[in-house]
């Protein structure tokens, strides 16, 4: 095996170390060495060299992932140059509605959570902030994939699949694209508890007119329980909100 392989193969493997880390509270020498299969002289050297860097803590139950990472993903998030402003309008959302805001962005074929804020009556708990997923399955998705040609979105397809995550989740190609269809026709997107059972979601694309050119900014949402997602909010209320959002943050990012 040539240097730049082998140095290839330990760059994989200190990512694998990662994110076994990221798994588990801690973890030994021993452990990675299990799970990865190397030596635990090969596991030690690995999580010593990530000590040193700051990106793990050795303590008393072994290696963790440091908070270093959390102020790495923090630049990385306050580089895209269109998070200030759609933080404000997130939070604007949050706080008119009392519910759960989000926006996403896509990468590879993915969507990123880059912000989200919850409002007094926001039902979920969970920390979705800088999390992937798959598109098709939620409402932010869908509206970005409505925004992108029919072959990207094949290719995305092609990549990722159409996996079911609730029985609601379109997993049908040319469901979807008749979806997508409808999209662009409106404006507006709706996860029907697709990503999640007993939430729905009303979500509005954000694109990028800058210079002359078309992008794909992400999209922003709100999220409500289906006990709360009653007719007058689904078609009136909540898509006015994300698509007034969507209109400020393009806007404002046109001017920047």
Known sequence: MGSTQKRIKAAQKAIDVIEILRCRDAATPEEVAEVLDISKTSAYYYLRTLNESGYAVNDDDGYRLSLRLFSLGTDVRSKQSVYHTASEQVSRLADETDELALFMIEEEGK????????GERAAIQADWLGKRCHLHDNALGKAILSLFSEDKVKKIINNHGLPRTTENTITDRDVLFN????????????DREEQLQGLQCVAAPVINNNQGSQSVLGAICVASPTSRMDKKRRTEEFPRLVQDAANIIQLNHVSE
Request: proline residues 0%; without cysteine.
């Open 111 to 118: 969507g990123i959570y880059l912000d989200l804020n919850r």
């Open 179 to 190: 979806e997508l269809d409808e999209i662009r026709e409106t404006g507006v997107a709706f």
